[in-house]
Nanobody, 115 residues
Framework: QVQLVESGGGLVQAGGSLRLSCAAS????????MAWYRQAPGRQRELVAH???????NYADSVKGRFAISRDNAKNTVYLQMNSLKPEDTAVYFC?????????WGQGTLVTVSS
Protein backbone atom coordinates (compact mmCIF):
# COMPACT_ATOMS: atom_id res chain seq x y z
CA GLN A 1 0.00 0.00 0.00
CA VAL A 2 0.98 3.62 -0.36
CA GLN A 3 3.03 4.99 2.52
CA LEU A 4 4.40 8.49 2.91
CA VAL A 5 6.57 9.18 5.94
CA GLU A 6 7.59 12.76 6.70
CA SER A 7 10.45 13.84 8.93
CA GLY A 8 12.49 16.93 9.70
CA GLY A 9 10.03 19.18 11.45
CA GLY A 10 10.81 21.01 14.66
CA LEU A 11 11.13 24.32 16.43
CA VAL A 12 13.18 27.04 14.78
CA GLN A 13 13.61 30.77 15.26
CA ALA A 14 12.39 33.22 12.65
CA GLY A 15 14.96 33.54 9.87
CA GLY A 16 16.16 29.98 10.36
CA SER A 17 16.02 26.96 8.09
CA LEU A 18 14.67 23.43 8.12
CA ARG A 19 14.66 20.61 5.60
CA LEU A 20 11.70 18.26 5.48
CA SER A 21 11.91 14.80 3.96
CA CYS A 22 9.20 12.45 2.75
CA ALA A 23 10.02 8.82 2.05
CA ALA A 24 7.53 7.12 -0.24
CA SER A 25 6.75 3.46 -0.78
CA UNK A 26 4.07 1.52 -2.61
CA UNK A 27 4.18 3.82 -5.64
CA UNK A 28 6.24 4.18 -8.78
CA UNK A 29 7.94 7.20 -7.34
CA UNK A 30 9.87 8.24 -10.42
CA UNK A 31 6.71 8.97 -12.42
CA UNK A 32 4.69 10.53 -9.62
CA UNK A 33 4.07 14.20 -9.01
CA MET A 34 4.85 14.84 -5.37
CA ALA A 35 3.63 17.74 -3.27
CA TRP A 36 3.93 19.39 0.10
CA TYR A 37 0.90 20.89 1.81
CA ARG A 38 0.56 22.60 5.16
CA GLN A 39 -2.21 23.25 7.62
CA ALA A 40 -2.03 25.90 10.29
CA PRO A 41 -4.34 25.82 13.34
CA GLY A 42 -7.83 26.91 12.37
CA ARG A 43 -7.00 27.14 8.68
CA GLN A 44 -7.56 24.99 5.64
CA ARG A 45 -4.84 22.80 4.23
CA GLU A 46 -2.96 24.63 1.48
CA LEU A 47 -0.56 23.64 -1.25
CA VAL A 48 3.01 24.74 -0.57
CA ALA A 49 4.86 23.27 -3.55
CA HIS A 50 4.82 20.43 -6.00
CA UNK A 51 7.34 18.76 -8.27
CA UNK A 52 6.54 16.73 -11.37
CA UNK A 53 8.29 13.60 -12.56
CA UNK A 54 10.34 15.75 -14.92
CA UNK A 55 11.41 18.11 -12.14
CA UNK A 56 9.12 21.02 -12.92
CA UNK A 57 8.18 22.87 -9.76
CA ASN A 58 5.44 25.20 -8.60
CA TYR A 59 5.18 27.20 -5.36
CA ALA A 60 2.61 29.09 -3.37
CA ASP A 61 3.21 32.82 -3.61
CA SER A 62 3.82 32.99 0.13
CA VAL A 63 6.90 30.75 -0.07
CA LYS A 64 8.41 31.68 -3.43
CA GLY A 65 12.08 32.52 -3.11
CA ARG A 66 12.32 30.97 0.36
CA PHE A 67 11.35 27.31 -0.09
CA ALA A 68 12.69 24.76 -2.57
CA ILE A 69 11.21 21.36 -3.38
CA SER A 70 13.40 18.62 -4.79
CA ARG A 71 13.34 14.88 -5.30
CA ASP A 72 15.74 11.95 -5.27
CA ASN A 73 14.25 9.16 -7.34
CA ALA A 74 16.97 6.72 -6.26
CA LYS A 75 15.82 7.15 -2.66
CA ASN A 76 12.07 7.54 -3.36
CA THR A 77 12.25 10.75 -1.34
CA VAL A 78 11.00 14.28 -1.81
CA TYR A 79 12.43 17.20 0.14
CA LEU A 80 11.33 20.67 1.13
CA GLN A 81 14.14 23.06 1.97
CA MET A 82 12.70 25.96 3.95
CA ASN A 83 14.80 29.08 4.42
CA SER A 84 14.08 32.48 5.94
CA LEU A 85 11.29 30.96 7.97
CA LYS A 86 8.59 33.22 9.37
CA PRO A 87 6.17 32.70 12.27
CA GLU A 88 3.36 32.45 9.71
CA ASP A 89 5.04 29.32 8.31
CA THR A 90 4.08 27.51 11.51
CA ALA A 91 1.94 24.54 10.51
CA VAL A 92 1.78 20.80 10.15
CA TYR A 93 3.41 19.93 6.83
CA PHE A 94 2.08 16.99 4.85
CA CYS A 95 3.52 15.05 1.96
CA UNK A 96 1.06 14.19 -0.81
CA UNK A 97 0.75 12.10 -3.92
CA UNK A 98 -2.31 11.84 -6.12
CA UNK A 99 -2.90 8.55 -7.90
CA UNK A 100 -5.86 8.12 -10.23
CA UNK A 101 -7.73 11.01 -8.57
CA UNK A 102 -7.08 9.64 -5.06
CA UNK A 103 -4.99 11.68 -2.64
CA UNK A 104 -2.59 9.93 -0.29
CA TRP A 105 -1.13 11.71 2.71
CA GLY A 106 1.60 11.24 5.23
CA GLN A 107 1.03 11.68 8.94
CA GLY A 108 2.47 15.18 8.89
CA THR A 109 5.39 16.85 10.60
CA LEU A 110 5.04 19.93 12.79
CA VAL A 111 7.04 23.03 12.02
CA THR A 112 6.99 25.77 14.64
CA VAL A 113 8.67 29.11 13.93
CA SER A 114 9.17 31.35 16.93
CA SER A 115 9.42 35.12 16.65
Amino acid sequence: QVQLVESGGGLVQAGGSLRLSCAASGIIFSISTMAWYRQAPGRQRELVAHITRTGNTNYADSVKGRFAISRDNAKNTVYLQMNSLKPEDTAVYFCNVRLVLTDFWGQGTLVTVSS
